[in-house]
Every structure is written in structure tokens, then in C-alpha cells.
């Protein structure tokens, strides 16, 4: 009876911190889905020299959120899918050694992976690519060099959401825990603000690959064309 009890009592706090989330993502997501493609859009439209206004950056929104829209779900399910792998092979092992570096390949490769996907989330904004397609064009642009730089960006980026999420925690568990108007107003427009730069950056990082792809592209074509060439001539 007294497991009974705990499992009910569990059951009904998960379904209302479900409905309380799902509340949270019919307003934030839209938002954040908004976000996301008007900064990409403006990013990646001054870097090519364009005039970008609000009503540009609203048309890009207008014409271009369904192929990001089915990004974010393919990034969600692949980051709810890895997440919880490091804790648990790390739970296999007894030695506290063995855990930390477990847990240590795993943070680097969840890193690895947030770089990847927002990525993604720019190629499927900037072209016409969408889902596991876009992904995947945002893994072949992090090859050599490009990759722990691109490694580096993101770390940085999760480096200082992980500050902002330990300010608040702090906020929670202090003696007060009632946060002022202004302690939220600023933790706010910090965790926005670093979104919204790790969207430009990200931008810009894609914009300098691609640019470095067209240019060795060519040169392949142009060899491909000369061996052509060669072998012509030989035949003849």
C-alpha cells in the first residue's frame, strides 16, 4: 500500500510537471523558433552585403520556419537520446576514477554534438535542407581545424549558460529564495542575449565553411576536367 501511495504521488507530480513544461513550450518555442531563423537570417544576409530590414527578417521568419521547425525535433530526440548514455555506462563502474572519466568522454562528445546541431539549425534556415539531411551537412562542415574550433565556440557557449543556470541556482537555494524583478529581469535578457550571439556566431562559422568548401570544390572540378582532358587526348 505504501509503494501504491509513492507510485500514485510520483505519477501525479510528473503529469503536472509535464503540463507545466508543456504550457512553457507552446509559448517559448514559437519564440525561440523565431529567434533563431530572424538572427540567422540577418547574420548570414550582411555577410553576403544585403540590406537586411524588419521586414525582411519577418518574411525569412514567415517562409522559412518549417525546415528549422523539423530540425529542432530531430536535435531534441538525438540530445534526450545521448544524454542519459554517460550516466549510465558511468554507473557500471565502481572506482570513482572510472566515472569521471566516463563522464568527461561524455561531456566532450555532447559538446561535440550541441556544435553539430546548431549547425544543423543553421542549414536548414540558410538552405534547403531540412532534418537528418541538414545534420549530417553540419557534420561534414566541421572536418580538421574547423572542428575544435567549432568544438572550442561551443563549449564557450555552454560555459557561460552553465554560469547563468549556477547564478540562478544560487538565487534558489539561498536564504532568501525570492528573486527580485530585477535579479530575473537580468538573468533573463543574459540567457537571451547568449542564445541569440551563439545563433550570429554559429552563423558566421558556417558562412567562413562554406566559403572554404567553394573554394576547394572548383579545384576538384577543375582536376576531375583535366583528367578528362588527358585521357581525350591519349584516346585520340
Request: net charge neutral.
Amino acid at each position: 500500500m505504501e509503494a501504491r501511495h509513492v507510485w500514485h504521488e510520483s505519477r501525479d507530480n510528473a503529469v503536472y510537471l509535464l503540463r507545466i513544461r508543456s504550457l512553457f513550450l507552446l509559448i517559448c518555442f514559437p519564440l525561440s523558433l523565431a529567434a533563431a531563423v530572424s538572427s540567422v537570417h540577418t547574420t548570414h544576409s550582411t555577410l553576403q552585403g544585403k540590406t537586411v530590414t524588419v521586414n525582411s527578417a519577418v518574411i525569412a521568419v514567415r517562409d522559412n520556419w518549417k525546415r528549422p521547425f523539423v530540425t529542432s525535433i530531430f536535435v531534441y530526440v538525438i540530445m534526450l537520446t545521448f544524454s542519459p548514455v554517460p550516466r549510465v555506462i558511468a554507473s557500471v563502474f565502481v572506482s570513482p576514477e572510472s566515472r569521471f572519466v566516463i563522464m568527461a568522454i561524455g561531456t566532450v562528445i555532447e559538446v561535440y554534438l550541441m556544435a553539430v546541431m546548431g549547425l544543423g539549425l543553421v542549414v536548414s534556415v540558410v538552405e534547403e535542407r531540412f532534418g537528418w539531411d541538414a545534420i549530417c551537412v553540419g557534420s561534414g562542415l566541421m572536418k580538421g581545424k574547423r572542428l575544435i574550433f567549432g568544438w572550442l565556440l561551443s563549449g564557450l557557449f555552454v560555459l557561460v549558460s552553465g554560469l547563468i543556470n549556477w547564478r540562478m541556482e544560487v538565487f534558489l537555494e539561498g536564504p532568501n529564495s525570492e528573486i527580485s524583478v530585477w535579479d530575473k529581469t537580468v538573468l533573463i535578457c543574459s540567457y537571451g542575449f547568449t542564445v541569440l550571439l551563439s545563433y550570429v556566431v554559429t552563423t558566421v562559422f558556417y558562412c567562413d565553411s562554406r566559403m572554404r568548401h567553394a573554394v576547394r570544390e572548383p579545384q576538384a572540378q577543375d582536376l576531375d576536367d583535366d583528367d578528362d582532358c588527358v585521357l581525350l587526348s591519349s584516346s585520340l
